[in-house]
């Protein structure tokens, strides 16, 4: 199994710094140009499936990656991003206004954070390990486009690559770079640049 892990383009919020989980906002013109070259990258790797989050920043990134690879795609659920609760929408800087300490709170154990409405990193694996092995039972042979979000792609590429919680939240996703995981006996991976081209073994990091 082959899979191309893509991150949606840049929203208006992302543009503001502002904490996007399960809220949208839509893509400004430098995203609908990354999604594009996302497309142009992806449309020559052989991938026969393809899933999306359900959220509309990554819906719209795959529908442009569609349309240059000609891929159906099925939105789910599990790889919706994160929630924060009480601090979406709001700048770091708001957050910390508003609930002082919080954000430094987060930081310090993404897995085990509470606050009202949030999810932390062991709620998304909890989701986000049954459709792993769904799709270790179902496309075993198979390539496979997973378009979603900052957050879940660290706990997914955790998943699949069997990491600590100490190497998952080191692990970095920019909107250029797309991730290739190749589970054939081991597993490898190796990330590219969109943007400038280049290719590297292993993962991105922060």
């Not at 991150?7 to 399960?22: A, F």
């Not at 799709?135 to 998943?159: M, Q």
């Amino acid at each position: 199994m082959k899979i191309f892990l893509v991150r949606h383009g840049e929203t208006e919020m992302n543009m503001e710094r502002r904490l996007l989980g399960k809220i949208d906002s839509p893509l400004v013109s430098e995203g609908i140009a990354h999604a594009e070259k996302l497309g142009n990258y992806l449309k020559d790797k052989g991938m026969e499936i393809a899933f999306s989050s359900t959220l509309g920043r990554v819906v719209k990134t795959t529908e442009i990656i569609s349309e240059k690879t000609g891929l159906v795609f099925e939105r789910r659920h599990e790889l919706d991003e994160i929630s924060y609760g009480l601090l979406e929408g709001l700048t770091r800087a708001e957050a910390d206004e508003k609930f002082p300490g919080i954000w430094e709170t987060r930081l310090k154990d993404r897995f085990n954070f509470e606050l009202e409405g949030a999810e932390d990193y062991s709620d998304v694996a909890k989701r986000m390990v049954p459709f792993v092995d769904e799709l270790k039972e179902k496309y075993p042979d198979k390539t496979i486009l997973i378009a979603g979000h900052f957050n879940t792609h660290r706990v997914l590429l955790g998943i699949l690559l069997g990491l600590s919680h100490e190497e998952i939240v080191a692990i970095d996703v920019p909107h250029q770079i797309v991730h290739e995981i190749e589970i054939n006996g081991e597993t490898k991976v190796k990330h590219h640049s969109i943007d400038t081209g280049k290719e590297s073994e292993g993962l991105l990091h922060s």
